[in-house]
Structure formats: C-alpha cells, structure tokens
C-alpha cells in the first residue's frame, strides 16, 4: 500500500521536473532555432519548425529518454552551400527563384531515409569504438563552438550579419543581465532543487527586464516566430534522378554529422545519468524525425548537446520532458509569440554561458601531461577541427583515424620473441604480442631459414593472431622454410585460425593442443569480445 503510494508520488515528481524542463528547454530553443534557420539561408519559421517536430518526434520514438534534439548549427553551416545552389540550380532550370529550400526539404528527407538505413544495419554500435579522448575532444570542442554562437547576442542586431557590437551602458547592461542569470542559476540548486534553476533564471531576467522597462535594445527583437500549423510541402522542383543525384551528397554528409553529434550526445547523457541509451533506436528516430520534419517544411536536425545538459540538469529524465519541450514550443509558435519575443536574449544567453561550463570537460587540462602523447595529441586535434570546421563527423572521424594509427604504431613494436633448443634439435621460437598488418615486418625479420636448424616450432601461445595479415605472415613464413628444404611446424593458434590456413593452402605443419586458445581473426562482431 505505501509502495504503491511512494511510487505514484514519485512518478508524480517525475512529471513534475519533466514538464518544467521541458518548458525550460523550449525557451533556449526559440533563439537557436532561429539563429540557425538564419545561418542556413531560411526563414526563422523553418527552424523553429523543425525544432519543435524533431524535438517531438526522437522524444517520443529515440533511444534516449530525456535527450534534446532540434535545428543544430552543425547542420546549419552544411545547408548553406545545399541552399544557395538549389536557388542557382532553380533559376538555370526556369522553375523560379527560391527554390533552394525546396531541395533542402527533399534533402532532409532522404537524410532521414540514410539515418533509419543505418539503424537497420545497426551501425549505431560503432559509436562505442569511439576511444576517449576523441570524446574529450567532441565535448571540448562542442563547448566553445556553443560559447562562439553566443557572440551575436552581444551586438545591436543578433540576426544581421555584420552588426555592430554593443557598447558602453547596453554593454554594460548586456553583461549585468548575463551574470545574474548565472548566479540564479549557480546558487539557487543550493536552496533548493525543487524548480530548474535555469527556468527561474530565465522568469527573474524577464520579469525585471519588463518591470523596470530597461532599454529594449537589450530585449532585442529576434525576429518574430508566430506561425500556424506546419503543412505538407507541395514539391516544384523535380522528383527525379537529376535531383538525387544533386542532393544524395549533401543528404550523406548531413545524416553522418547528424549521427555522430547525436550518438556522441546520447553517450554524454548515459555518462551524466549513469544509466544506457538505445543507439540502433536513435538512429532510426532520429531517420523518422527528418523524414517526416523534411514533408513538413523543416530544415531537419540532431540531437543538441547543450539543450540536452540543460534538460538533465533541470531534471528533465524521461521522455516527457522532450515531448513537453515540443508542444511547449509549437505553443509558442501559436499563441504565445508575443510574450516570447519579449524576454531578454540576455537571459538565455546566461542560459547557455552556464551550459559552456557545464558540457566543457575542465579535467582534461588537468590529464592532459599525465596521459600517453598519443591521446593528447587526439584531444587537441579533434577540439580544433570542432572549433575550425563546426565539422563534428570530420572532427570525429580525424580523431578515430589518428588513435587507431597511433594505436596500431604501438602494438606493431609489441611483438616479441624469445628461442630455445630442444634435445632433438628443433628450434622454438616462444612468441608474444599481436600479430597484425602493422607488426608483420617486425614478424618476418625475426625469422632466418637459412641459419635455422631442419626443424623449427614456433609457440604462440603469448601471441594473437589479429587479422587476414598475420594468417598471411604465417603462411608465407612456412613458405619461405619449405624453400630452405625445412620443416615448420605452429603450435597454439585458434581453430578459426587453422581453418584459415588450410583454406589458404599453408604449408605449415599445426599442433592441436588441449589448451590451444579460442579467438576469430578479423571478426568485427559488437555483441562479442574476441580473446
């Protein structure tokens, strides 16, 4: 009886945090939705169009509850040049100017067709072979690029390129308004953690900011985000191949980068919440959420780090609170523009400063003379080309490349071996370390038909055979001894391993032992560990 009571007080709580977060979590999106439909050469209404369906739509159908998606800069700086040329390529074809959204839109939808692809292939996984500092480095360099977006706040026109910065009293002001928001936010957890500190923020920013009727340059028109109901987009441009093929380039690079940031996202928040999301679901809401954001006149998105953070840290755990966000956000859309346009972009940027400090991983200055060079060199290098590029699929995939280079150089020097003589002449060369394409040369040189006796019996049982290389290192070996009139024999290497050979038709003599090992050579299998 209290158990049942106890849990449907909790639940009740639970709803609680999510709706509150989740009406938190829709006021930050409004400025960046919009900043970001801007950024890619669109309308506002476009942003914030898909701001709310993707929210919506990966809330309800994505593998992790309480993660934020929407309209993301990532994105954004990609459908610049997909904008500009569909509006190029529109007029070359006599069907109008303008039409660069309309192939944005087609696009976006076969971005998601890619997205819910790569979910049913399950490629979701491989975001588990992301090594750690390539994540310290994501998040390092997510966190600037986050504080970056917010220095067109300080200026006299935050959707005009090129505006011209504040200064004096409205800089002042700017920067007051700024750190009160932080320290509401920074303080008030430690009186109570009852209301998101972020919320209460944002409503003590805007109450005195009306209240006390400070200069409107400091409220700063946004640009106006009333709108109606989305409807289907009714396509003038041509379904066909030519199309396809102008837009599958974008599409890819957009479903990659829109991937990565959310897999990357959603192994954040498994880390903050100390609890599992579902990367194979992920991938096909997030698909689901671009096809359907694409028929509906969006300009499509991913999950959003600092929305996200903001989210969890207001207590926003289930997937209410993304479901929350969404309708609180086409609420505004409809009916409450006016009321939005009118709070500070002050508030919101405080909002986002306190997510800068929060998503930035501080201890990695404090790991960064402790770690191997290797890893360092990774976490600098993917955090810059973050910052440079705003190229998070380009940053990730440089960093993964350099770890596995860095750590294929390291194990290729980890091959060993030592020799012995037995009474009857056969020599034993007692391997140890891997054996792969980048130690095989290492292999091969420890080797001299010549100078070795008639028979010879190499013993991995320190040793593992990695990939197709090292069965063909092993081979070749046995070879080069039958060239020299000798006798190779191999000793505990796996099953799967003597297959191999035999198929290749080896001319290495193998010992079956009780102890041999039991491992697969270049078996990518995510649901099993090789030994």
């Not at 055979?465 to 001894?481: Q, T």
């Given at each position: 009886m209290f158990q049942l009571i106890f849990r449907k007080f909790g639940n009740r709580l639970q709803t609680k945090d999510?709706?509150?977060?989740?009406?938190?979590?829709?006021?930050?999106?409004?400025?960046?939705?919009?900043?970001?439909?801007?950024?890619?050469?669109?309308?506002?209404?476009?942003?914030?169009?898909?701001?709310?369906?993707?929210?919506?739509?990966?809330?309800?159908?994505?593998?992790?509850?309480?993660?934020?998606?929407?309209?993301?800069?990532?994105?954004?700086?990609?459908?610049?040049?997909?904008?500009?040329?569909?509006?190029?390529?529109?007029?070359?074809?006599?069907?109008?100017?303008?039409?660069?959204?309309?192939?944005?839109?087609?696009?976006?939808?076969?971005?998601?067709?890619?997205?819910?692809?790569?979910?049913?292939?399950?490629?979701?996984?491989?975001?588990?072979?992301?090594?750690?500092?390539?994540?310290?480095?994501?998040?390092?360099?997510?966190?600037?690029?986050?504080?970056?977006?917010?220095f067109p706040m300080f200026t006299e026109s935050p959707t005009t390129p090129g505006s011209a910065w504040l200064q004096g009293a409205d800089l002042q002001l700017m920067g007051g308004l700024i750190a009160l928001t932080m320290a509401i936010i920074f303080l008030l957890p430690k009186f109570t953690t009852q209301f998101p500190s972020s919320l209460a923020a944002i409503g003590t920013v805007s109450l005195l900011v009306i209240g006390l009727d400070l200069d409107t340059l400091v409220v700063r028109d946004m640009a106006s985000i009333g709108g109606e109901l989305p409807s289907l987009v009714s396509f003038t441009i041509p379904l066909n191949w030519d199309t396809l093929y102008f837009i599958a380039p974008f599409s890819f690079i957009l479903a990659a980068v829109g991937l990565i940031e959310s897999l990357m996202t959603l192994t954040l928040i498994d880390e903050l919440t100390e609890t599992r999301g579902n990367s194979t679901r992920e991938c096909l809401g997030q698909g689901a959420a671009n096809v359907v954001t694409g028929f509906f006149g969006g300009m499509g998105g991913c999950a959003m780090i600092g929305q996200s953070i903001i989210n969890i840290r207001s207590?926003?755990?289930?997937?209410?609170?993304?479901?929350?966000?969404?309708?609180?956000?086409?609420?505004?859309?409809?009916?409450?523009?006016?009321?939005?346009?009118?709070?500070?972009?002050?508030?919101?940027?405080?909002?986002?400063?306190?997510?800068?400090?929060?998503?930035?991983?501080?201890?990695?200055?404090?790991?960064?003379?402790k770690i191997p060079k290797t890893d360092a060199f990774v976490l600098i290098l993917v955090s810059a080309i973050t910052v440079i590029t705003h190229n998070l699929a380009l940053a990730v995939i440089s960093g993964v490349v350099v770890s596995a280079l860095g750590f294929a150089w390291k194990s290729a020097h980890h091959i060993h071996r030592e020799t012995e003589s037995l009474e009857d002449g056969t020599k034993v060369y007692h391997l140890s370390g891997p054996l792969f394409f980048g130690s095989v040369t290492d292999?091969?040189?420890?080797?001299?038909?010549?100078?070795?006796?008639?028979?010879?019996?190499?013993?991995?049982?320190?040793?593992?055979?990695?990939?197709?290389?090292?069965?063909?290192?092993?081979?070749?070996?046995?070879?080069?001894?039958?060239?020299?009139?000798?006798?190779?024999?191999?000793?505990?290497?796996?099953?799967?391993?003597?297959?191999?050979?035999?198929?290749?038709?080896?001319?290495?003599?193998?010992?079956?032992?009780?102890?041999d090992p039991s491992y697969h050579v270049a078996q990518i299998n995510l649901n099993e560990e090789t030994t």
């Open positions: 999510d709706l509150l977060s989740g009406l938190t979590v829709a006021l930050a999106l409004v400025p960046e939705a919009v900043a970001f439909a801007i950024i890619a050469g669109v309308t506002p209404i476009i942003g914030l169009y898909a701001a709310f369906m993707v929210c919506l739509i990966t809330a309800v159908l994505g593998g992790r509850p309480g993660m934020i998606s929407g309209a993301t800069g990532a994105l954004a700086v990609i459908m610049v040049s997909l904008v500009l040329l569909g509006n190029e390529r529109g007029e070359a074809l006599g069907l109008g100017p303008d039409l660069g959204t309309q192939y944005l839109f087609a696009a976006v939808i076969l971005m998601g067709i890619i997205q819910i692809g790569c979910g049913i292939l399950k490629l979701g996984r491989f975001v588990r072979l992301i090594p750690q500092p390539v994540m310290f480095g994501f998040v390092n360099g997510l966190a600037i690029v986050i504080f970056e977006a917010q207590g926003g755990r289930g997937r209410l609170s993304g479901i929350s966000a969404g309708l609180f956000l086409l609420a505004f859309i409809l009916f409450a523009s006016p009321l939005i346009e009118k709070i500070p972009l002050a508030a919101l940027t405080g909002v986002m400063f306190m997510v800068v400090i929060g998503t930035f991983e501080w201890s990695s200055f404090r790991i960064l003379r292999f091969n040189l420890g080797f001299n038909p010549a100078s070795d006796p008639d028979s010879v019996l190499v013993d991995m049982k320190d040793s593992r055979v990695w990939d197709h290389s090292g069965i063909e290192a092993l081979h070749k070996l046995g070879e080069r001894y039958q060239s020299a009139g000798k006798k190779l024999r191999v000793r505990h290497i796996s099953k799967n391993c003597r297959n191999l050979l035999n198929k290749a038709g080896s001319l290495v003599d193998i010992d079956i032992l009780p102890d």
